[in-house]
């Protein structure tokens, strides 16, 4: 656990679209029920294999295997924010509605609001300065700038809840830093890992938010185990050293013994196809020196078979997912199947899920064996019994994988997000 920090307060121009942003590290205090697990945290590549192999194997439940009991784990941590508004938002806009955006595993709070492209593929632009929304992304708990610790015990979905949970509070109750604003209307946008922690956050607060929405989510988990089989899982801090670890170029000289320039470095490392091994290491940022224990997939290929479906993405923006990738902790990984099945929520709810979806869908969002059922995720709406049939609608992107950000059409998915709330008086 991270001790509490200053508060960091940081005021962007936003990208061309001229939204205002306020980049911040908030303290928050949390407690939550964490699982106790008999397992030793991976310390090297090969033993992330045997995780991963222990994880997948069919009839066995191996959560339940290493289930030792259960703590309360508690702390104040620091979590990095954007919030965003409306370039046109004024003092005449009273009380409008925020969407608190949570990134699935692999990412970070940047999955919203891309810059690739003159932020062509930012959700966070097309929310804000397209349907006048202010936004909250969030790096979650244990990931990005965000605290990092303990990688067992420690962050797991329930403590990360408790951060979504504070948050949203915030928001609600007018005492976020650096936002001079209460929120009447509050809706909450998950992608995957996060639509799972927003799932089972308006379980347990139905009234916390007044609309949901879940994109790459499902409640078929029956695919999971492709995902977790072909991330291929590496020690983070040995994939990318320069940028997931601590090492710098310095210390590869250094180990080098000579006086040589970390270009030559990288351009050596290069020659034998280490790309991912030399990310970072003419980068001016700080290293997040992950410990073992949070895990990322291998290579490029396995982000591909992940995340994008072929011919329909800009390769370069492949590039990026790969060199600003994030990992996941075993301990997110043995509570990733944690929601409740039955949802207390009653509020509307949106499904948007890829076609093509991997670990939510098998690859075939629509392969279903059920001919009266349109698609997979659509069988979800038996797990929301409070919500009226019209407030539920599962909506299938065409032409995009379990990434749905990261696919030419993804503004056409923003569009769909926007219009349902806007439908709900949200």
Same mark, same amino acid.
């Given at each position: 656990?991270?001790?509490?920090?200053?508060?960091?307060?940081?005021?962007?121009?936003?990208?061309?679209?001229?939204?205002?942003?306020?980049?911040?590290?908030?303290?928050?205090?949390?407690?939550?029920?964490?699982?106790?697990?008999?397992?030793?945290?991976?310390?090297?590549?090969?033993?992330?294999?045997?995780?991963?192999?222990?994880?997948?194997?069919?009839?066995?439940?191996?959560?339940?295997?290493?289930?030792?009991?259960?703590?309360?784990?508690?702390?104040?941590?620091?979590?990095?924010?954007?919030?965003?508004?409306?370039?046109?938002?004024?003092?005449?806009?009273?009380?409008?509605?925020?969407?608190?955006?949570?990134?699935?595993?692999?990412?970070?709070?940047?999955?919203?609001?891309?810059?690739?492209?003159?932020?062509?593929?930012?959700?966070?632009?097309?929310?804000?300065?397209?349907?006048?929304?202010?936004?909250?992304?969030?790096?979650?708990?244990?990931?990005?700038?965000?605290?990092?610790?303990?990688?067992?015990?420690?962050?797991?979905?329930?403590?990360?809840?408790?951060?979504?949970?504070?948050?949203?509070?915030?928001?609600?109750?007018?005492?976020?830093?650096?936002?001079?604003?209460?929120?009447?209307?509050?809706?909450?946008?998950?992608?995957?890992?996060?639509?799972?922690?927003?799932?089972?956050?308006?379980?347990?607060?139905?009234?916390?938010?007044?609309?949901?929405?879940?994109?790459?989510?499902?409640?078929?988990?029956?695919?999971?185990?492709?995902?977790?089989?072909?991330?291929?899982?590496?020690?983070?801090?040995?994939?990318?050293?320069?940028?997931?670890? !601590?090492? +710098? /170029? &310095?210390? %590869? =000289? #250094? $180990? *080098?013994?000579? !006086?040589? +320039? /970390? &270009?030559? %470095? =990288? #351009? $050596? *490392?290069?020659?034998?196809?280490?790309?991912?091994? %030399?990310?970072?290491?003419?980068?001016?940022?700080?290293?997040?020196?992950?410990?073992?224990?949070?895990?990322?997939?291998?290579?490029?290929?396995?982000?591909?078979?992940?995340?994008?479906?072929?011919?329909?993405?800009?390769?370069?923006?492949?590039?990026?997912?790969?060199?600003?990738?994030?990992?996941?902790?075993?301990?997110?990984?043995?509570?990733?199947?944690?929601?409740?099945?039955?949802?207390?929520?009653?509020?509307?709810?949106?499904?948007?899920?890829?076609?093509?979806?991997?670990?939510?869908?098998?690859?075939?969002?629509?392969?279903?064996?059920?001919?009266?059922?349109?698609?997979?995720?659509?069988?979800?709406?038996?797990?929301?019994?409070?919500?009226?049939?019209?407030?539920?609608?599962?909506?299938?992107?065409?032409?995009?994988?379990?990434?749905?950000?990261?696919?030419?059409?993804?503004?056409?998915?923003?569009?769909?997000?926007?219009?349902?709330?806007?439908?709900?008086?949200?």
């Amino acid at each position: 656990m991270f001790p509490k920090s200053a508060l960091a307060v940081v005021v962007l121009a936003g990208s061309a679209a001229a939204k205002t942003c306020i980049n911040m590290t908030v303290p928050v205090t949390i407690s939550a029920r964490t699982a106790v697990f008999n397992i030793t945290v991976p310390q090297t590549n090969l033993d992330a294999t045997t995780f991963a192999q222990n994880q997948t194997q069919q009839g066995r439940n191996f959560t339940e295997t290493v289930l030792s009991g259960y703590a309360t784990t508690a702390g104040t941590y620091d979590i990095s924010t954007q919030f965003c508004m409306p370039s046109s938002m004024n003092a005449t806009m009273t009380k409008p509605t925020v969407q608190i955006l949570t990134h699935g595993i692999g990412f970070d709070k940047t999955y919203w609001d891309l810059s690739y492209d003159n932020f062509n593929y930012s959700y966070v632009d097309v929310a804000t300065d397209v349907y006048k929304y202010c936004t909250l992304s969030y790096d979650r708990l244990g990931i990005g700038n965000s605290s990092h610790g303990e990688p067992v015990d420690e962050i797991q979905a329930s403590l990360e809840m408790a951060a979504l949970f504070e948050l949203t509070m915030m928001l609600r109750n007018g005492t976020f830093p650096g936002v001079k604003q209460t929120f009447g209307k509050v809706t909450h946008v998950g992608h995957s890992f996060g639509s799972a922690q927003t799932y089972a956050l308006v379980n347990m607060y139905p009234t916390i938010s007044d609309g949901i929405v879940l994109t790459g989510f499902s409640m078929n988990a029956s695919f999971v185990s492709y995902f977790e089989a072909g991330s291929n899982f590496e020690q983070a801090y040995l994939n990318q050293p320069f940028r997931l670890g !601590n090492v +710098s /170029s &310095s210390a %590869v =000289e #250094s $180990v *080098l013994n000579t !006086n040589i +320039s /970390s &270009s030559t %470095v =990288e #351009s $050596v *490392l290069k020659m034998y196809s280490l790309t991912d091994y %030399v990310v970072g290491l003419n980068s001016s940022s700080p290293s997040l020196n992950y410990p073992a224990g949070y895990l990322t997939n291998a290579n490029i290929g396995a982000n591909q078979y992940l995340f994008f479906l072929p011919g329909f993405f800009d390769p370069g923006l492949l590039l990026v997912a790969e060199n600003t990738k994030q990992p996941v902790t075993v301990g997110e990984l043995l509570t990733l199947g944690s929601p409740p099945m039955m949802n207390a929520f009653a509020g509307p709810v949106l499904i948007v899920t890829g076609s093509n979806d991997l670990p939510y869908c098998g690859g075939n969002c629509f392969a279903t064996g059920n001919a009266s059922l349109p698609s997979i995720p659509a069988a979800a709406a038996m797990n929301f019994p409070m919500v009226p049939s019209g407030d539920f609608t599962a909506y299938i992107q065409p032409n995009s994988g379990h990434g749905i950000n990261l696919h030419y059409n993804a503004t056409g998915a923003y569009d769909v997000i926007q219009t349902f709330l806007q439908s709900k008086g949200l």
